[in-house]
């Protein structure tokens, strides 16, 4: 029979896949022998069980947990339903992977109207046992009976009001048993039924409420942002009672081994006195400083530093940990590793390198490339910011800085995100509802919640910049308005937000570039050292080119030279060049075009200095280059002077059904031979102008798109060929140069070794790959990725991550068959998946020489670069 | 050294691609013993390194052709040149394959003003000397010095009109010194030098003109349109010229061993007497039946038909032979396969199979399967016919009826045939310049020439109707009349053609479908014995699926269910369910849409009897079925009774960027289950219905379309067969079923063998599979693949033949991992390559289970497949 149900001291952190995180790392501390609660935990195994067998909690599971409960009863020596001296038990949810703010919680199970007058009888006092009474219905309802939280909420404030007190501790046991009351009247109008009162029901109740609450919606958002399989359930963790809450000796707390924002070796922690588990996350009542336990309870904050450094030894990493210490004795709830910011975590890794904890191998292993991108994203403009008008001081819960207009609700962030607006959402606090705002968002700012808040941790996990618990903002999410004494600000008015410092300003305030810090350099040495994957970037002007080496890259793999076309003196030329009715007109203005486009390989050339350079000839088919409104033909018609129906004309016939199989990369050249040789002469004279006046040795790699027939590719490289002959001669040197193509027509994929006669580079274009090879359109694809991806047809968006078993497949047959012909075939990627750490992993293990990303995923390729070679050496 | 010039006698038909079709026949008839000139081949080889080497005749050729010449005059014992007895050959092309008025012949070359004047004085006649340097000086002024032949005809129409003569040989010696001088001086004009007097520079300047004429555009148009590759390059034949001009015991004329129109076991031709070469098939004096012969030159005729009979069994097919009469002295100057209609070509294999001149599969193989298709084309109802009002008689040139307004010019075709017309094109004679113009129309009708005229042999290639040599009409092309006796016809007047009979009709004639013949039956019977795929065809309503059983279809193997809601009282219920805001108004318009759904199955199934039938799900994306211009929105929202700005919203946002790739066939059923859910209703109730009520058992296999991930495949099959199961248990019966995918996502061929776990049946759709290998948007492409083509890029349009290096590499992918799953999954091809001969046989290569093509292309399927199994068995 299969073992569905662990003891704590059955487990250990290796079973963590069936246990959890959450279950193996209490099994893990109660085998280290650290003073954690006993209990036992069911496993995600038996999660996936329950939904094959249709929702249903099957005979077998049930005996198991009866089975279980039985012998913790008996290690307790008191018993669920007991009148006299109950167990009372939580019950808490616990993914294999972390999922912050997505935990079911429930506390103090075992309660009921009968055990509840007998615990207030045993323990002497009743106004902790009807407080936690309160929180179990509470915690019930939302998880099992989903009743909304508020309408317990309501009645809580109601209370407080009317007894005028602030604070929830200040209620008496009166208040609190007229809450049960209350309380119950709400389950009873809500579900039709009453509270139930047999602890084991509630038991069993929770137990699936908890593996319910896996496919939960908010659940599934979450682990689709963050790219985590639907199908690996979560384990439940049934643990006995220890009170936060039992008086002024008691408490309950959240620290981290280090300083998760900018990871500074020092406990870094917060706590509630009087309180119960999630009150201090929650953002109820602003928690204190941990040290501030140091003069309230010095002995169990003194166990509590040594616990927390034993379990950053025995993890070897930074520990997120939950504690409460009851009636003065410390209690182990959770131990994980914590979250973090990119900048504390370079910190951290580099720390423990240095006090010998960790290897290098390991710090480079141990960081998300995709968080390096908080760190590349810009900071206020110092200068800007002395003038700036400081509204007030929140939490620095997540570093970054952004100015945008506010919006109060998810939803109206999630429409201005798609006008195009920058936001920031402002709320009282945050929940897993708002996560679709926030995803909008480019800061977030809440008033209440500390640096463990939901919001906090949701940022730091996006990258985002949060300012939490500003309290003395007044927010009125429903008025659209936030006030500070007399300012006011409302719906789209500018904020900025400082997530480094909690400042919080009224405008936009300019904002610079991150300088990347001796760490970050430190580790970026170490990755370098062990990367086999070339890193270069997509860039097309000078600008971009000098930002991509300064972080890191080592050539250009990608340079659009439709995008020189954009600009504004040069889109008329360009114009002028598709509405030629002679060859004789189209080479005119392609004249015009060429002194512009050469200035501007001169200048990418300039600012790569030695460094290769890749260069795609135009891709766009030519109707992207005119207007399609009737309105905007017009206006061009009479600025340039031809007339409208001759306009209009080509205008129609070049529109097509399918751009994206159309008329467009290497086919142009076919049509239009003229322009591709006005690119290769533009690209070969600026290369052999540096090196006859400046003396510069650059290595143009002319790249040829969209080819997918042998003939292509050798018809466009005779012409380049041709052209660069006249070059030379016109300048009496020869530069060396490379004249490659782009793999991405699946049909190239196949033919590869033909290609590769004439080739001496592929370059993989997986965005059109993908879209071919997926008979996806990215540009409509939207709408049916995101149902296909709700519906768990596509697990990843295959546009952000390579299709390994796809597309992946077509490229190892590229690269295969190319290297038959041509062994030493230089091989690359410029889709944007170069710069997604899985798709570059990818690229390693296929055997790539490089990857070509953005100039602001540099960084993190080189990174996700070294992670590959360390995985797969 | 590389031997580039074969003497005659060298040669065999083995070298039919180093010789050409032409000189490789005359090679084996002096090889058997038939009256040949004596002469030699200058290879196709030749031709080819020609062009390589930049249209330059080198060195090395030049020498071996002056060897051979060398060789050849000793053996006359005359010199090319010789004042006093000269040589005079021949020179004409002759490709490997045969192009049919793409020849260039150059006749008499040698002769000048100083051997024509030797060669009067030898031959005792002048006159025909001089009539053969006319001839000369124009066709070599046409082949060589490209001067427009008219200019020539011109001079030589009015030197007949001054001396009132009708026929050229009524011109004396004068007249033909006269037009030689006339003909001498429009030379001078048009090159500014003067004719070549100098036979070694007339020849080499013949054999370079012939090359050069391989790669002119209008033999590039005719290789295009018959799938000749461009690369083959063309043979010159040089030849000792014999005469049929000498006088009235000398002639030329054309024969074919069998009727090339009916196929009939009879000598069939035409003859000129006193005439040379090209006289006869240009169409310029009305030739005379080949058995009028027999009276004047018994002798000859009685040779000429023992040649005939003998050439026949020698090839082992029906030839078409060239001859002349040199003062009595027949000889052969060629013999070719012949041209056949596709009824003739039946007729003879069936006739020669009886004969035992030939095997079965040697007929089999004989027939080009694409022929088929003029028997399967319509005649003219008899009734009809009856009532018809007769024009004109002219020459039953190629078998069809047809009807269509009148055109004068190819140019005025074309365009009339893009706007939707039905062309009759109407021509004195047709040229090589008239092609695109044939192409475009139904019929041609010709005043001039006989069966063999340009006009009658270009018509039967591509399978049209032609009445040719309709003498008693006059045309006049420029000012676009049509007259006889006081009847006249404009441009854009209909007539109608029997090629069959050879009759001109005006107006409309409705038109019948094609009755297949006995040998058509016995030889589809002889196919269908030798053939291993199934032949199944694409049908989407009763009355096709009638046809395609008729013509032989073993099933459906593809039913396109969206054609269905098309139709008048449909396509309204299909824009409301489109337009439903709702699940529940979507399905109040499926439950409307199930019952005519359900009709159209039971329809289809009847039928097709006990067949299998493939039913496609839904397919194309739902803006298909709405307007996209605003007066149509504005038209339809009145109509349907909804907001014109919703209803134009609802096409806004079903608008996409690429339909193609857009959300279309299986992913409209992730968005709208409901849809399938109702088509597969409807499937299933049709069968389950025809069990129930007529005891027909129906085995329906339903395919899902688009699948590119094994998921999609997944969710729709549980799906469908949850519907299924409904069905089943509302009938309290059940029916077998399949349920399959189509192949036509790149990504499909790679996870195959996924897919193939739940799917019992592949079919391959090769029109969307070639568009994603290729990259090609079907409706797009055209432009660029013409151009493709001209520049030899493409050889053949991928959408029209299967592109077995890209697209059939992955179709052998998807069967081989498919296979690896599920051993005995069923294969199909459902795209428009399933009617190609060429992808016919490829499918028989993989090993596919059937094909399926329009009911038309049924029978040219069935041969096809015939020919495969017979090749690759």
């Given at each position: 029979?299969?073992?569905?149900?662990?003891?704590?001291?059955?487990?250990?952190?290796?079973?963590?896949?069936?246990?959890?995180?959450k279950?193996?790392?209490?099994?893990e501390?109660?085998?280290?022998?650290?003073?954690?609660?006993?209990?036992y935990?069911?496993?995600?195994e038996a999660?996936?069980?329950?939904?094959?067998?249709?929702?249903?909690?099957?005979?077998?599971?049930r005996?198991q947990?009866e089975?279980?409960?039985?012998e913790?009863?008996?290690?307790m020596?008191?018993?669920?339903?007991?009148?006299?001296?109950?167990?009372?038990?939580?019950v808490?949810?616990?993914?294999?992977v972390?999922?912050?703010?997505?935990?079911?919680?429930i506390?103090n199970?075992?309660?009921?109207?009968?055990?509840?007058?007998?615990?207030?009888?045993?323990?002497?006092?009743?106004?902790?046992?009807?407080d936690?009474?309160?929180?179990?219905?509470q915690m019930f309802?939302?998880?099992?009976?989903e009743?909304?939280k508020?309408k317990?909420?309501?009645l809580?404030e109601?209370?407080?009001?009317?007894?005028?007190?602030?604070?929830?501790?200040?209620?008496t046991?009166?208040?609190?048993?007229?809450?049960?009351?209350?309380f119950?009247k709400?389950?009873?109008?809500?579900?039709?039924?009453e509270?139930?009162?047999?602890?084991?029901?509630?038991?069993?109740?929770?137990?699936?409420?908890?593996?319910?609450?896996?496919?939960?919606?908010?659940?599934?958002?979450y682990?689709?942002?963050?790219d985590?399989?639907?199908?690996?359930?979560t384990?439940?963790?049934?643990q006995?009672?220890?009170?936060?809450?039992?008086?002024?000796?008691?408490?309950?707390?959240?620290?981290?081994?280090?300083n998760p924002?900018?990871?500074?070796?020092?406990?870094y922690g917060?706590?509630?006195?009087?309180?119960?588990?999630?009150d201090?996350?929650?953002?109820?009542?602003t928690?204190?400083d941990?040290?501030?336990?140091?003069?309230i309870?010095?002995?169990?904050?003194?166990?509590?530093?040594?616990?927390?450094?034993s379990?950053?030894?025995?993890?070897?990493?930074?520990?997120?940990?939950?504690f409460?210490?009851?009636s003065?004795?410390?209690y182990?709830?959770?131990?994980r590793?914590?979250?973090r910011?990119?900048?504390?975590a370079?910190?951290?890794?580099?720390?423990?390198?240095?006090?010998?904890l960790?290897?290098?191998?390991?710090?480079?292993?141990?960081?998300?490339?995709?968080?390096?991108?908080?760190?590349?994203?810009?900071?206020?403009?110092?200068?800007?910011l002395?003038?700036a008008?400081?509204?007030?001081?929140?939490?620095?819960?997540?570093?970054g800085?952004?100015s945008?207009?506010?919006?109060?609700s998810?939803?109206?962030?999630?429409?201005?995100?798609?006008?195009?607006?920058?936001?920031?959402l402002?709320r009282?606090?945050?929940?897993?509802e708002?996560?679709?705002?926030m995803?909008?968002?480019?800061g977030?700012?809440?008033?209440?919640?500390g640096?463990?808040?939901?919001a906090?941790?949701v940022?730091?996990?996006?990258?985002?910049?949060?300012?939490?618990?500003?309290?003395e903002?007044?927010?009125?999410?429903?008025?659209?308005?936030?006030?500070?004494?007399?300012?006011?600000?409302g719906?789209g008015?500018?904020?900025s937000?400082?997530?480094n410092?909690g400042?919080?300003?009224?405008?936009?305030?300019e904002?610079?570039?991150?300088?990347?810090?001796?760490?970050?350099?430190?580790?970026?040495?170490?990755?370098?050292?062990?990367?086999?994957?070339?890193v270069?970037?997509?860039?097309?002007?000078?600008k971009?080119?000098?930002?991509?080496?300064?972080?890191?890259?080592?050539?250009?793999?990608?340079c659009?030279?439709?995008?020189?076309?954009?600009?504004?003196?040069?889109?008329?030329?360009?114009?002028?060049?598709i509405?030629?009715?002679?060859?004789?007109?189209?080479?005119?203005?392609?004249?015009?075009?060429?002194?512009?486009q050469?200035?501007?390989?001169?200048?990418?050339f300039?600012?790569?200095?030695?460094?290769?350079v890749t260069?795609r000839?135009?891709?766009?088919?030519?109707?992207?280059?005119?207007?399609s409104?009737?309105?905007?033909?017009?206006?061009l018609?009479?600025?340039?002077?031809?007339?409208?129906?001759?306009?209009?004309?080509?205008?129609?016939?070049?529109?097509?059904?399918?751009?994206?199989?159309?008329h467009?990369?290497?086919r142009?050249?076919?049509?239009?031979?003229e322009?591709y040789?006005?690119q290769?002469?533009?690209i070969?004279?600026a290369?052999?102008?540096?090196?006859?006046?400046?003396?510069?040795?650059?290595?143009?790699?002319?790249?040829?798109?969209?080819?997918?027939?042998?003939?292509?590719?050798?018809?466009?490289?005779?012409l380049?060929?041709?052209?660069?002959?006249?070059?030379?001669?016109?300048?009496?040197?020869?530069?060396?140069?490379?004249?490659?193509?782009?793999?991405?027509?699946?049909?190239?994929?196949?033919?590869?070794d033909?290609?590769?006669k004439?080739?001496?580079f592929?370059?993989?274009?997986?965005n059109?790959?993908?879209?071919?090879?997926?008979?996806?359109?990215?540009?409509d694809?939207?709408?049916?990725?995101?149902?296909?991806?709700?519906?768990g047809?596509?697990?990843?968006?295959p546009?952000?991550q390579?299709?390994?078993?796809g597309?992946?497949?077509l490229?190892?047959m590229?690269?295969?068959?190319g290297?038959?012909?041509?062994?030493?075939?230089?091989?690359?990627?410029?889709?944007?998946?170069?710069?997604?750490?899985?798709?570059?992993?990818?690229?390693?293990?296929?055997?790539?020489?490089?990857?070509?990303?953005?100039?602001?995923?540099?960084?993190?390729?080189?990174l996700?670069?070294?992670?590959?070679?360390?995985?797969?050496s």
């Amino acid at each position: 029979m299969k073992k569905y149900v662990y003891a704590f001291h059955e487990g250990s952190t290796d079973l963590k896949p069936l246990l959890g995180g959450k279950g193996s790392n209490l099994a893990e501390m109660t085998r280290i022998g650290l003073p954690v609660p006993g209990g036992y935990t069911v496993t995600t195994e038996a999660c996936i069980e329950y939904y094959e067998k249709g929702n249903i909690i099957w005979d077998e599971l049930r005996h198991q947990i009866e089975e279980k409960q039985l012998e913790l009863e008996k290690m307790m020596e008191k018993t669920l339903g007991d009148i006299k001296n109950p167990l009372l038990v939580s019950v808490r949810s616990g993914a294999a992977v972390s999922m912050p703010g997505m935990m079911d919680t429930i506390l103090n199970l075992g309660l009921n109207d009968e055990t509840a007058k007998g615990m207030a009888e045993i323990t002497k006092n009743p106004r902790f046992v009807f407080d936690s009474y309160r929180r179990l219905i509470q915690m019930f309802s939302d998880v099992v009976l989903e009743i909304p939280k508020y309408k317990f909420d309501n009645l809580l404030e109601t209370k407080k009001r009317e007894k005028e007190v602030k604070s929830d501790t200040d209620l008496t046991e009166e208040d609190l048993r007229e809450l049960v009351e209350a309380f119950k009247k709400v389950v009873k109008k809500e579900t039709g039924k009453e509270f139930p009162q047999n602890p084991k029901d509630q038991l069993m109740m929770a137990v699936e409420a908890v593996f319910r609450s896996w496919n939960n919606p908010r659940a599934r958002v979450y682990r689709d942002l963050n790219d985590i399989s639907h199908t690996m359930g979560t384990a439940v963790n049934i643990q006995v009672m220890v009170f936060g809450n039992t008086g002024e000796d008691s408490g309950t707390g959240v620290a981290f081994t280090r300083n998760p924002s900018t990871g500074e070796n020092k406990l870094y922690g917060e706590f509630l006195m009087n309180a119960q588990g999630e009150d201090v996350v929650a953002g109820i009542r602003t928690p204190r400083d941990i040290e501030e336990l140091k003069e309230i309870l010095p002995e169990a904050y003194e166990q509590f530093c040594e616990v927390a450094k034993s379990l950053e030894i025995h993890y070897r990493d930074m520990q997120d940990i939950e504690f409460t210490i009851d009636s003065g004795t410390l209690y182990m709830l959770q131990t994980r590793t914590g979250k973090r910011t990119a900048n504390a975590a370079i910190q951290i890794v580099v720390d423990m390198v240095k006090e010998e904890l960790i290897t290098k191998e390991e710090a480079i292993l141990r960081l998300n490339p995709n968080d390096l991108d908080q760190l590349l994203h810009p900071t206020f403009n110092e200068k800007a910011l002395n003038d700036a008008s400081f509204i007030t001081n929140g939490l620095p819960a997540s570093s970054g800085a952004a100015s945008g207009k506010i919006y109060f609700s998810p939803e109206d962030a999630v429409k201005a995100k798609a006008d195009g607006e920058s936001v920031i959402l402002v709320r009282n606090e945050t929940s897993p509802e708002d996560i679709e705002g926030m995803v909008a968002s480019v800061g977030i700012l809440t008033a209440k919640g500390g640096m463990t808040s939901h919001a906090a941790v949701v940022a730091r996990g996006m990258g985002k910049c949060c300012v939490s618990g500003a309290g003395e903002l007044n927010i009125n999410e429903s008025e659209k308005v936030m006030s500070i004494d007399d300012q006011h600000f409302g719906e789209g008015d500018f904020i900025s937000l400082d997530g480094n410092t909690g400042h919080v300003y009224a405008g936009q305030i300019e904002t610079q570039d991150a300088s990347l810090g001796g760490e970050f350099l430190t580790l970026m040495k170490w990755a370098d050292s062990v990367r086999k994957l070339k890193v270069r970037t997509n860039a097309d002007t000078p600008k971009d080119s000098a930002k991509a080496v300064e972080f890191g890259a080592e050539g250009i793999g990608l340079c659009r030279t439709e995008h020189m076309f954009f600009e504004d003196n040069r889109i008329s030329v360009m114009r002028r060049m598709i509405l030629s009715r002679s060859i004789e007109d189209r080479k005119k203005a392609l004249d015009k075009l060429m002194p512009m486009q050469k200035e501007d390989f001169i200048g990418i050339f300039k600012a790569m200095g030695s460094r290769p350079v890749t260069i795609r000839l135009l891709d766009p088919p030519l109707h992207e280059f005119l207007p399609s409104e009737k309105a905007d033909i017009e206006k061009l018609a009479l600025e340039m002077e031809v007339p409208y129906s001759r306009l209009k004309e080509t205008v129609f016939e070049l529109k097509e059904v399918n751009p994206m199989l159309g008329h467009r990369g290497c086919r142009l050249a076919v049509t239009y031979p003229e322009i591709y040789e006005m690119q290769v002469r533009a690209i070969m004279e600026a290369a052999a102008e540096l090196k006859q006046k400046e003396n510069q040795e650059v290595i143009p790699e002319i790249m040829i798109p969209l080819v997918g027939e042998v003939k292509e590719f050798d018809y466009v490289k005779e012409l380049a060929e041709n052209v660069i002959e006249e070059v030379f001669e016109d300048y009496g040197i020869t530069v060396p140069y490379l004249i490659g193509t782009m793999i991405e027509i699946p049909r190239a994929t196949i033919i590869a070794d033909e290609i590769a006669k004439g080739a001496e580079f592929f370059s993989f274009g997986t965005n059109d790959l993908t879209q071919m090879t997926y008979g996806f359109s990215r540009d409509d694809a939207g709408r049916f990725i995101k149902e296909y991806r709700e519906k768990g047809i596509l697990e990843k968006d295959p546009f952000q991550q390579i299709d390994r078993k796809g597309v992946g497949e077509l490229m190892k047959m590229a690269i295969e068959r190319g290297q038959q012909t041509r062994k030493d075939i230089k091989l690359g990627i410029c889709g944007e998946h170069g710069g997604e750490p899985n798709s570059v992993e990818f690229c390693h293990i296929i055997g790539l020489d490089y990857v070509s990303c953005s100039p602001f995923r540099v960084p993190i390729a080189r990174l996700a670069a070294a992670q590959a070679a360390l995985r797969y050496s």
